[in-house]
Protein backbone atom coordinates (compact mmCIF):
# COMPACT_ATOMS: atom_id res chain seq x y z
CA UNK A 1 0.00 0.00 0.00
CA UNK A 2 1.32 3.36 -1.19
CA UNK A 3 1.93 5.84 1.54
CA UNK A 4 1.97 9.95 0.69
CA UNK A 5 4.34 11.91 2.55
CA UNK A 6 3.25 14.88 3.93
CA UNK A 7 5.85 18.03 4.51
CA UNK A 8 5.65 21.11 6.12
CA UNK A 9 8.30 24.01 4.67
CA UNK A 10 9.82 26.68 5.29
CA UNK A 11 12.15 25.11 7.73
CA UNK A 12 16.06 25.51 7.89
CA UNK A 13 17.46 21.44 8.32
CA UNK A 14 19.98 21.92 11.53
CA UNK A 15 22.06 18.51 13.07
CA UNK A 16 23.96 15.29 12.68
CA UNK A 17 23.12 12.56 10.40
CA UNK A 18 24.60 9.70 9.94
CA UNK A 19 24.62 8.14 6.21
CA UNK A 20 24.11 4.71 5.45
CA UNK A 21 25.75 2.43 3.40
CA UNK A 22 25.40 2.40 -0.49
CA UNK A 23 22.23 0.64 -1.89
CA UNK A 24 23.78 1.12 -5.46
CA UNK A 25 26.99 -0.87 -3.84
CA UNK A 26 25.30 -3.35 -1.50
CA UNK A 27 22.90 -4.80 -4.07
CA UNK A 28 25.98 -5.44 -6.72
CA UNK A 29 27.87 -7.14 -3.50
CA UNK A 30 24.76 -9.42 -2.51
CA UNK A 31 24.87 -10.19 -6.24
CA UNK A 32 28.18 -11.28 -6.28
CA UNK A 33 27.63 -13.42 -3.20
CA UNK A 34 26.24 -16.10 -4.70
CA UNK A 35 29.85 -16.69 -6.45
CA UNK A 36 31.06 -18.63 -3.43
CA UNK A 37 29.59 -21.39 -1.22
CA UNK A 38 31.32 -20.04 1.63
CA UNK A 39 28.90 -17.51 4.30
CA UNK A 40 29.26 -13.52 3.54
CA UNK A 41 28.40 -11.31 6.00
CA UNK A 42 27.89 -7.29 4.62
CA UNK A 43 27.56 -4.52 7.50
CA UNK A 44 25.00 -2.16 7.98
CA UNK A 45 23.08 -2.45 4.84
CA UNK A 46 20.26 0.08 3.91
CA UNK A 47 17.01 -1.33 4.90
CA UNK A 48 15.19 -0.63 1.65
CA UNK A 49 12.52 -2.19 -0.77
CA UNK A 50 15.05 -2.75 -3.61
CA UNK A 51 17.54 -4.94 -1.21
CA UNK A 52 14.29 -6.65 -0.28
CA UNK A 53 14.00 -7.55 -3.76
CA UNK A 54 17.23 -8.94 -4.40
CA UNK A 55 16.44 -11.04 -1.42
CA UNK A 56 13.82 -12.65 -3.02
CA UNK A 57 15.45 -13.25 -5.80
CA UNK A 58 18.72 -14.47 -4.21
CA UNK A 59 16.43 -17.21 -1.98
CA UNK A 60 14.65 -18.41 -5.02
CA UNK A 61 18.39 -19.07 -6.58
CA UNK A 62 19.25 -20.79 -3.13
CA UNK A 63 20.49 -17.88 -1.18
CA UNK A 64 19.66 -17.73 2.80
CA UNK A 65 20.11 -15.39 4.69
CA UNK A 66 19.15 -13.76 8.03
CA UNK A 67 19.74 -9.97 9.50
CA UNK A 68 21.35 -9.22 12.60
CA UNK A 69 20.67 -5.56 13.27
CA UNK A 70 21.21 -3.86 9.86
CA UNK A 71 24.10 -6.98 9.37
CA UNK A 72 23.24 -8.98 6.72
CA UNK A 73 24.12 -12.65 6.25
CA UNK A 74 24.40 -14.45 3.35
CA UNK A 75 24.99 -18.17 2.23
CA UNK A 76 24.76 -20.16 -0.97
CA UNK A 77 25.73 -23.47 -0.31
CA UNK A 78 24.24 -24.51 -3.77
CA UNK A 79 22.57 -23.03 -6.34
CA UNK A 80 18.89 -24.18 -6.47
CA UNK A 81 17.71 -22.50 -9.40
CA UNK A 82 19.57 -20.77 -12.18
CA UNK A 83 16.14 -18.97 -13.48
CA UNK A 84 15.23 -15.82 -12.26
CA UNK A 85 11.26 -14.98 -11.70
CA UNK A 86 9.96 -12.22 -13.98
CA UNK A 87 7.82 -10.90 -11.37
CA UNK A 88 11.38 -9.94 -9.36
CA UNK A 89 13.55 -8.96 -11.75
CA UNK A 90 10.94 -7.18 -13.41
CA UNK A 91 10.91 -4.73 -10.39
CA UNK A 92 14.55 -3.66 -10.23
CA UNK A 93 17.44 -3.14 -12.86
CA UNK A 94 20.17 -4.72 -10.57
CA UNK A 95 18.76 -7.90 -10.55
CA UNK A 96 19.82 -8.22 -13.53
CA UNK A 97 23.40 -8.54 -12.97
CA UNK A 98 22.80 -12.13 -11.78
CA UNK A 99 23.20 -13.02 -14.88
CA UNK A 100 26.97 -13.70 -14.81
CA UNK A 101 27.03 -14.59 -11.41
CA UNK A 102 24.88 -17.58 -11.75
CA UNK A 103 26.54 -18.59 -15.39
CA UNK A 104 29.72 -18.47 -13.42
CA UNK A 105 28.92 -20.69 -10.47
CA UNK A 106 26.57 -22.95 -12.00
CA UNK A 107 27.14 -23.16 -15.45
CA UNK A 108 24.41 -21.14 -17.16
CA UNK A 109 21.58 -18.73 -15.89
CA UNK A 110 18.73 -17.65 -17.45
CA UNK A 111 17.40 -14.00 -16.40
CA UNK A 112 14.51 -11.62 -18.06
CA UNK A 113 14.68 -8.08 -19.33
CA UNK A 114 14.81 -5.57 -15.74
CA UNK A 115 12.50 -3.26 -15.18
CA UNK A 116 13.02 -0.69 -12.31
CA UNK A 117 12.79 2.91 -12.79
CA UNK A 118 10.84 4.50 -15.70
CA UNK A 119 12.58 7.72 -16.75
CA UNK A 120 14.31 6.97 -19.77
CA UNK A 121 15.72 3.53 -22.16
CA UNK A 122 18.42 1.52 -20.09
CA UNK A 123 19.55 -1.26 -22.55
CA UNK A 124 21.76 -4.01 -21.37
CA UNK A 125 23.57 -4.32 -24.76
CA UNK A 126 26.79 -3.59 -22.86
CA UNK A 127 25.94 -6.48 -20.81
CA UNK A 128 25.57 -8.83 -23.41
CA UNK A 129 28.31 -7.56 -25.40
CA UNK A 130 30.51 -8.24 -22.23
CA UNK A 131 29.25 -11.99 -21.73
CA UNK A 132 29.79 -13.04 -25.53
CA UNK A 133 32.99 -11.18 -25.56
CA UNK A 134 34.05 -13.35 -22.50
CA UNK A 135 33.19 -16.71 -24.73
CA UNK A 136 29.44 -17.24 -22.95
CA UNK A 137 26.78 -18.58 -25.30
CA UNK A 138 24.23 -16.19 -24.62
CA UNK A 139 20.51 -16.67 -26.28
CA UNK A 140 17.46 -14.83 -26.33
CA UNK A 141 13.54 -16.49 -26.04
CA UNK A 142 10.27 -14.25 -26.30
CA UNK A 143 7.98 -15.13 -23.58
CA UNK A 144 5.07 -13.78 -22.51
CA UNK A 145 6.41 -11.19 -20.28
CA UNK A 146 8.97 -10.37 -22.84
CA UNK A 147 12.33 -11.06 -23.68
CA UNK A 148 14.63 -13.33 -21.34
CA UNK A 149 18.34 -14.05 -21.67
CA UNK A 150 20.17 -17.63 -21.12
CA UNK A 151 23.96 -17.46 -20.75
CA UNK A 152 25.60 -21.12 -20.92
CA UNK A 153 29.67 -21.28 -19.70
CA UNK A 154 31.45 -24.12 -21.48
CA UNK A 155 34.51 -23.25 -19.86
CA UNK A 156 36.27 -20.47 -17.68
CA UNK A 157 35.40 -16.72 -18.93
CA UNK A 158 38.30 -15.62 -21.13
CA UNK A 159 39.13 -12.29 -23.41
CA UNK A 160 38.88 -8.96 -23.91
CA UNK A 161 36.35 -6.52 -23.91
CA UNK A 162 36.55 -2.88 -24.95
CA UNK A 163 32.96 -1.04 -23.94
CA UNK A 164 31.22 1.22 -26.47
CA UNK A 165 31.02 3.74 -23.76
CA UNK A 166 31.91 3.37 -19.88
CA UNK A 167 29.19 1.04 -18.31
CA UNK A 168 28.40 0.50 -14.81
CA UNK A 169 26.23 -3.09 -15.17
CA UNK A 170 28.01 -4.22 -18.13
CA UNK A 171 31.42 -3.19 -15.61
CA UNK A 172 29.98 -5.17 -12.95
CA UNK A 173 28.82 -8.31 -15.01
CA UNK A 174 32.17 -8.86 -16.62
CA UNK A 175 33.69 -9.01 -13.22
CA UNK A 176 31.58 -11.24 -11.63
CA UNK A 177 31.43 -13.62 -14.89
CA UNK A 178 34.89 -13.67 -14.95
CA UNK A 179 35.95 -14.01 -10.81
CA UNK A 180 35.07 -17.94 -10.80
CA UNK A 181 38.37 -19.15 -12.40
CA UNK A 182 38.35 -16.47 -15.18
CA UNK A 183 40.31 -14.38 -16.82
CA UNK A 184 39.41 -11.03 -18.58
CA UNK A 185 40.84 -7.58 -19.62
CA UNK A 186 37.68 -5.04 -19.55
CA UNK A 187 38.93 -1.48 -21.36
CA UNK A 188 36.77 1.62 -21.25
CA UNK A 189 35.62 1.25 -17.73
CA UNK A 190 33.71 3.75 -15.69
CA UNK A 191 35.79 4.68 -12.29
CA UNK A 192 32.55 5.24 -10.30
CA UNK A 193 33.20 4.21 -6.10
CA UNK A 194 30.86 1.24 -6.78
CA UNK A 195 32.62 -0.50 -9.04
CA UNK A 196 35.83 0.03 -6.78
CA UNK A 197 33.91 -1.59 -4.15
CA UNK A 198 32.61 -4.49 -6.23
CA UNK A 199 36.99 -5.04 -7.01
CA UNK A 200 37.87 -4.61 -3.56
CA UNK A 201 35.07 -7.12 -2.41
CA UNK A 202 35.82 -9.45 -5.76
CA UNK A 203 40.03 -9.41 -4.39
CA UNK A 204 38.55 -9.89 -0.50
CA UNK A 205 37.02 -13.04 -1.71
CA UNK A 206 40.20 -14.32 -3.57
CA UNK A 207 40.44 -12.92 -6.91
CA UNK A 208 43.22 -10.66 -8.29
CA UNK A 209 42.25 -7.44 -9.78
CA UNK A 210 44.53 -4.85 -11.17
CA UNK A 211 44.29 -1.42 -12.45
CA UNK A 212 41.45 -0.98 -9.62
CA UNK A 213 40.28 2.82 -9.78
CA UNK A 214 40.98 3.20 -13.74
CA UNK A 215 39.17 2.66 -17.10
CA UNK A 216 40.95 -0.89 -17.83
CA UNK A 217 40.99 -3.75 -15.43
CA UNK A 218 42.45 -6.68 -15.45
CA UNK A 219 40.58 -9.44 -13.30
CA UNK A 220 42.09 -12.81 -12.90
CA UNK A 221 39.42 -15.80 -10.97
CA UNK A 222 40.06 -18.31 -9.55
CA UNK A 223 38.77 -22.03 -9.10
CA UNK A 224 36.90 -21.00 -5.85
CA UNK A 225 36.06 -17.78 -3.70
CA UNK A 226 35.96 -17.37 -0.31
CA UNK A 227 33.09 -16.26 1.82
CA UNK A 228 34.18 -12.69 3.63
CA UNK A 229 33.00 -9.73 6.39
CA UNK A 230 32.66 -6.70 4.07
CA UNK A 231 31.72 -3.04 5.01
CA UNK A 232 30.00 -1.28 2.16
CA UNK A 233 31.15 2.06 0.82
CA UNK A 234 28.87 5.22 2.43
CA UNK A 235 26.22 6.15 0.12
CA UNK A 236 27.16 9.79 -1.73
CA UNK A 237 23.74 10.06 -3.28
CA UNK A 238 21.69 9.73 -0.16
CA UNK A 239 24.65 12.50 1.94
CA UNK A 240 24.10 14.64 -1.57
CA UNK A 241 20.19 14.45 -1.22
CA UNK A 242 20.24 15.52 1.95
CA UNK A 243 23.12 18.82 1.68
CA UNK A 244 20.90 19.86 -1.11
CA UNK A 245 18.33 19.48 0.82
CA UNK A 246 20.24 21.72 3.69
CA UNK A 247 21.21 24.29 0.85
CA UNK A 248 17.71 24.47 0.09
CA UNK A 249 16.03 25.45 3.45
CA UNK A 250 19.31 27.50 4.19
CA UNK A 251 19.94 25.30 6.91
CA UNK A 252 23.34 23.36 8.54
CA UNK A 253 23.91 20.24 8.68
CA UNK A 254 26.83 17.84 9.61
CA UNK A 255 26.54 14.29 7.99
CA UNK A 256 29.39 11.23 9.14
CA UNK A 257 30.38 8.12 7.98
CA UNK A 258 30.73 9.77 4.19
CA UNK A 259 33.90 9.75 1.46
CA UNK A 260 34.51 13.31 0.94
CA UNK A 261 36.60 12.49 -1.77
CA UNK A 262 33.85 10.53 -3.91
CA UNK A 263 31.33 13.56 -3.39
CA UNK A 264 34.08 17.03 -5.24
CA UNK A 265 31.43 17.11 -8.28
CA UNK A 266 28.55 17.54 -5.61
CA UNK A 267 30.58 19.78 -2.90
CA UNK A 268 32.15 22.06 -5.74
CA UNK A 269 28.88 22.84 -6.80
CA UNK A 270 27.76 23.84 -3.26
CA UNK A 271 30.75 26.09 -2.73
CA UNK A 272 30.06 27.98 -6.03
CA UNK A 273 26.45 28.53 -4.97
CA UNK A 274 28.23 30.45 -2.19
CA UNK A 275 27.62 27.53 0.84
CA UNK A 276 30.70 26.67 3.42
CA UNK A 277 31.58 23.20 2.80
CA UNK A 278 34.26 21.97 5.40
CA UNK A 279 35.49 18.41 5.75
CA UNK A 280 37.21 15.70 7.32
CA UNK A 281 38.13 12.39 6.82
CA UNK A 282 34.58 10.12 6.94
CA UNK A 283 32.37 13.73 7.95
CA UNK A 284 31.19 16.89 5.57
CA UNK A 285 29.51 19.86 7.19
CA UNK A 286 27.70 22.46 5.38
CA UNK A 287 26.76 26.19 6.44
CA UNK A 288 24.51 27.80 4.36
CA UNK A 289 24.32 30.91 3.20
CA UNK A 290 21.10 33.05 2.91
CA UNK A 291 21.67 34.15 -0.34
CA UNK A 292 23.08 31.31 -2.83
CA UNK A 293 24.01 31.60 -6.41
CA UNK A 294 23.08 29.88 -9.01
CA UNK A 295 25.00 27.42 -10.85
CA UNK A 296 24.95 25.02 -14.46
CA UNK A 297 25.64 21.72 -14.22
CA UNK A 298 25.82 18.60 -16.56
CA UNK A 299 25.26 15.01 -14.90
CA UNK A 300 28.04 12.36 -16.57
CA UNK A 301 30.60 9.45 -15.72
CA UNK A 302 32.62 9.74 -12.49
CA UNK A 303 33.76 12.14 -11.20
CA UNK A 304 31.71 13.89 -12.82
CA UNK A 305 28.47 15.32 -11.35
CA UNK A 306 26.62 11.99 -10.73
CA UNK A 307 23.25 11.05 -12.58
CA UNK A 308 21.42 10.16 -9.61
CA UNK A 309 22.05 13.73 -7.86
CA UNK A 310 20.76 15.74 -10.84
CA UNK A 311 17.13 15.83 -9.93
CA UNK A 312 17.98 16.88 -6.23
CA UNK A 313 20.04 19.47 -7.57
CA UNK A 314 17.69 20.76 -9.91
CA UNK A 315 15.03 20.84 -7.20
CA UNK A 316 17.54 23.13 -4.97
CA UNK A 317 18.42 25.23 -7.79
CA UNK A 318 14.46 25.85 -8.52
CA UNK A 319 14.81 27.90 -5.12
CA UNK A 320 18.02 29.61 -5.92
CA UNK A 321 17.04 32.85 -7.51
CA UNK A 322 18.70 33.78 -11.12
CA UNK A 323 18.98 31.08 -13.79
CA UNK A 324 20.73 27.62 -13.97
CA UNK A 325 21.17 24.83 -16.41
CA UNK A 326 20.72 21.19 -15.78
CA UNK A 327 21.26 18.85 -18.38
CA UNK A 328 22.19 15.04 -18.00
CA UNK A 329 24.39 13.22 -20.44
CA UNK A 330 24.26 9.50 -18.66
CA UNK A 331 20.12 9.67 -19.20
CA UNK A 332 18.96 12.88 -21.34
CA UNK A 333 15.36 12.31 -20.84
CA UNK A 334 15.99 12.41 -17.22
CA UNK A 335 13.50 14.66 -15.74
CA UNK A 336 10.31 13.06 -14.76
CA UNK A 337 10.61 15.82 -11.95
CA UNK A 338 10.51 19.02 -13.46
CA UNK A 339 6.59 18.81 -14.55
CA UNK A 340 6.11 17.94 -11.11
CA UNK A 341 8.16 21.52 -9.62
CA UNK A 342 6.20 23.07 -11.60
CA UNK A 343 3.39 22.57 -10.01
CA UNK A 344 5.26 24.00 -6.57
CA UNK A 345 5.71 26.47 -8.59
CA UNK A 346 8.72 26.45 -10.44
CA UNK A 347 9.91 28.22 -13.25
CA UNK A 348 11.45 25.78 -15.25
CA UNK A 349 11.18 24.72 -19.23
CA UNK A 350 12.70 21.92 -20.98
CA UNK A 351 14.26 22.18 -24.43
CA UNK A 352 16.51 20.36 -26.37
CA UNK A 353 16.95 17.83 -23.29
CA UNK A 354 18.37 21.10 -21.27
CA UNK A 355 15.96 21.89 -18.21
CA UNK A 356 16.49 26.29 -17.47
CA UNK A 357 15.31 26.84 -14.31
CA UNK A 358 14.40 30.42 -12.84
CA UNK A 359 14.82 30.19 -9.20
CA UNK A 360 11.95 31.41 -7.01
CA UNK A 361 9.79 31.15 -3.57
CA UNK A 362 8.35 27.63 -4.16
CA UNK A 363 4.83 27.12 -2.84
CA UNK A 364 3.03 23.63 -1.24
CA UNK A 365 1.24 20.99 -3.54
CA UNK A 366 0.29 17.59 -4.22
CA UNK A 367 3.13 16.12 -6.36
CA UNK A 368 4.05 12.89 -7.07
CA UNK A 369 7.43 10.77 -7.23
CA UNK A 370 8.22 8.67 -10.49
CA UNK A 371 11.19 7.16 -9.93
CA UNK A 372 13.36 7.19 -6.80
CA UNK A 373 15.57 10.34 -7.35
CA UNK A 374 12.81 12.67 -8.60
CA UNK A 375 11.10 11.61 -5.34
CA UNK A 376 14.31 12.94 -3.39
CA UNK A 377 14.35 16.23 -5.55
CA UNK A 378 10.30 16.86 -4.23
CA UNK A 379 11.25 16.07 -1.09
CA UNK A 380 13.86 18.96 -0.99
CA UNK A 381 11.51 21.43 -3.13
CA UNK A 382 8.84 20.41 -0.37
CA UNK A 383 11.25 21.53 2.22
CA UNK A 384 12.07 24.65 1.08
CA UNK A 385 8.17 25.47 0.17
CA UNK A 386 5.49 27.52 2.08
CA UNK A 387 3.03 25.41 3.44
CA UNK A 388 2.02 22.18 3.10
CA UNK A 389 3.22 19.37 0.27
CA UNK A 390 1.88 15.81 -0.02
CA UNK A 391 3.91 13.41 -2.15
CA UNK A 392 2.72 10.60 -3.71
CA UNK A 393 4.80 7.75 -4.92
CA UNK A 394 6.48 6.70 -1.61
CA UNK A 395 6.91 3.05 -3.40
CA UNK A 396 9.84 4.62 -5.26
CA UNK A 397 11.39 6.85 -2.40
CA UNK A 398 11.57 3.84 -0.23
CA UNK A 399 13.35 2.13 -3.08
CA UNK A 400 16.30 4.03 -2.26
CA UNK A 401 15.89 6.37 0.81
CA UNK A 402 15.75 4.30 4.47
CA UNK A 403 13.72 5.77 7.19
CA UNK A 404 13.17 9.10 5.35
CA UNK A 405 10.74 10.72 7.13
CA UNK A 406 12.39 10.12 10.82
CA UNK A 407 16.03 10.98 9.34
CA UNK A 408 14.03 14.11 8.00
CA UNK A 409 12.26 14.84 11.79
CA UNK A 410 15.87 14.42 13.37
CA UNK A 411 16.76 17.39 11.37
CA UNK A 412 14.49 19.66 12.09
CA UNK A 413 11.65 18.97 9.37
CA UNK A 414 7.72 18.53 9.76
CA UNK A 415 6.87 15.35 8.50
CA UNK A 416 4.10 13.16 8.34
CA UNK A 417 2.74 9.79 6.52
CA UNK A 418 -0.64 9.70 5.32
CA UNK A 419 -2.05 5.64 5.12
CA UNK A 420 -4.45 5.37 2.31
CA UNK A 421 -7.89 3.58 4.34
CA UNK A 422 -8.84 0.54 3.09
CA UNK A 423 -12.33 0.24 1.88
CA UNK A 424 -15.14 -1.01 3.95
CA UNK A 425 -15.97 -4.41 2.41
CA UNK A 426 -19.51 -5.02 1.24
CA UNK A 427 -22.00 -6.97 3.17
Not at 66 to 72: C, F, K, Q, S, Y
Not at 266 to 271: N, R
Not at 396 to 407: H, L, M, Q, T
Request: glycine share 10%; proline share 5%.
Amino acid sequence: MDRTLIIRGGIPLSGDLRIFPAKNSALKLMAASILTAEPVTLAEVPRLRDIDVLLELLGHLGTRHAWEGRTLHLHTPEIRSTQAPFELVSKMRASFNVLGALAARAGEGTVPLPGGCNFAERPVDQHIKALRGLGFEVSTEITEQGVAYTVRRHKPASGRVVYDLPTLGGTEQALMAAALGGEAVLVNTPQEPEIVDLCNFLSKMGAEIKGIGSSILHIKGKPSLRGVSYSVIPDRIEAGTYLFAAAATRGSITLSNVEPFHMDAVLDKLIQSGHRITTGKDWIRLESTAHPQPFNLEAREYPGFITDLQPPAAAYLATVHGTSLVSDRVYPDRFTHASELARMGADVTLKDRTLIIQGRQLTGAAVEARDIRAGGGLIIAALAAEGESHIAGMKYIERGYDDIENRLRCLGAQVGVQVPELALAAD
